[in-house]
């Protein structure tokens, strides 16, 4: 993956993550079993054709009344398993919102980050929805992530952070402060080519930690066996304010390369791109967008517009 250029926000407009809802900090670190679950419980869904966009999809989905979602679901706030062992986050309450323009459940389906675009390309999911950035090599399956490549509909704006131990024993204040230290990042992501990155920068070499699941380097930096994390910029901020009621994590420095989130769709299926875009632009207009952000703080990373294929 290319570098992207450096966008640094000020620390005072953090997304603050806490939101609405508590999670224990063993629930945040703990990895999630795979399991299935759907994003349109109770009487929020809209089902059929009475739905604005529901004569726009594809008509196999129209059949089944479903959208299949991949999803690594263990990155709190983004999307988690509840202490009722439910899907929630910020993606779940964003899709419900697309759901009831659809007409159709959005079920999210648990995998591993690093396959989910394989997946999405063999079929077994029709959309994937998990806090990935877009990018240009994702876009175009040069990204060892997104083998087949994909289209993005993006819907949130956020970076990467640092994460380390409450104290900052270690002094870190940005990426150049990690060289000489242990540091952990999730597989496949762009905070793992963070890492690399700096990592060629380095004289005195980063000594690498990579996890399947961002629980895991979350648990490294906890147990003393990493010293740093380098993990998307909300996720940062909700573990520092959540773990150990605020007293096990600090995030340092500012955000590193602010970069839309993106949808991901089969590059095949221009039918769904569109109407899940179209969707997305309702729900931006109508305010429920607007109330799902709210609801997890998360309103420093609010969109106005749903593109696709924005990232750079």
């Known amino acids: 993956m290319t570098a992207r250029s450096i966008h640094r926000m000020p620390r005072r407009r953090r997304i603050a993550a806490a939101g609405a809802v508590a999670v224990a900090a063993s629930l945040l670190l703990s990895a999630c079993g795979d399991q299935t679950n ?33 999803s690594d679901i263990a990155y709190a706030p983004i999307e988690f398993m509840d202490e009722g062992n439910k899907i929630a986050g910020i993606d779940p309450d964003i899709a419900k919102a697309l759901g009831k323009e659809l007409g159709v459940e959005l079920k999210f389906n648990n995998g591993s980050f690093a396959q989910l675009v394989v997946g999405l390309n063999s079929g077994r999911y029709d959309l994937v929805m998990s806090a990935m950035t877009d990018t240009k090599e994702r876009q175009e399956g040069v990204s060892k992530d ?3 490549g994909a289209d993005f509909v993006n819907y949130f704006q956020a970076g990467s952070a640092i994460l380390v131990q409450k104290g900052n024993p270690k002094k870190v204040e940005s990426l150049e402060d990690l060289c000489g230290l242990s540091v952990a990042a999730q597989r496949g ?6 890492m690399e990155q700096q990592a060629k920068k380095c004289d005195d070499k980063i000594k690498p930690f990579v996890a399947d699941k961002d629980t895991d380097t979350i648990t490294q930096l906890q147990t003393k066996r990493s010293d740093a994390v380098i993990t998307d910029y909300p996720v940062a901020v909700y573990n520092e304010q959540t773990a150990g009621d605020g007293k096990l994590f600090e995030v340092t420095g500012d955000q590193i390369d602010a970069a839309p989130y993106g949808i991901a769709v089969n590059k095949k299926n221009q039918q769904l791109r569109d109407a899940v875009q179209k969707a997305l632009q309702e729900i931006i207009d109508n305010g429920e967008y607007e109330k799902v952000l709210k609801k997890w703080n998360a309103q420093d990373g609010a969109i106005e517009k749903a593109t696709v294929n924005a990232g750079k």
Do not use: W
């Not at 196999?60 to 479903?66: C, F, S």
């Not at 992501?189 to 963070?194: C, G, I």
């Open 38 to 70: 759907d994003a349109g419980d109770g009487d929020t869904k809209t089902k059929g054709s009475d739905a604005k966009f529901f004569d726009q999809l594809p008509k196999k989905i129209q059949n089944e009344g479903v959208i299949n979602v991949g």
């Open 146 to 148: 997104a083998e087949g």
């Open 189 to 194: 992501t762009a905070n793992e080519s963070l």
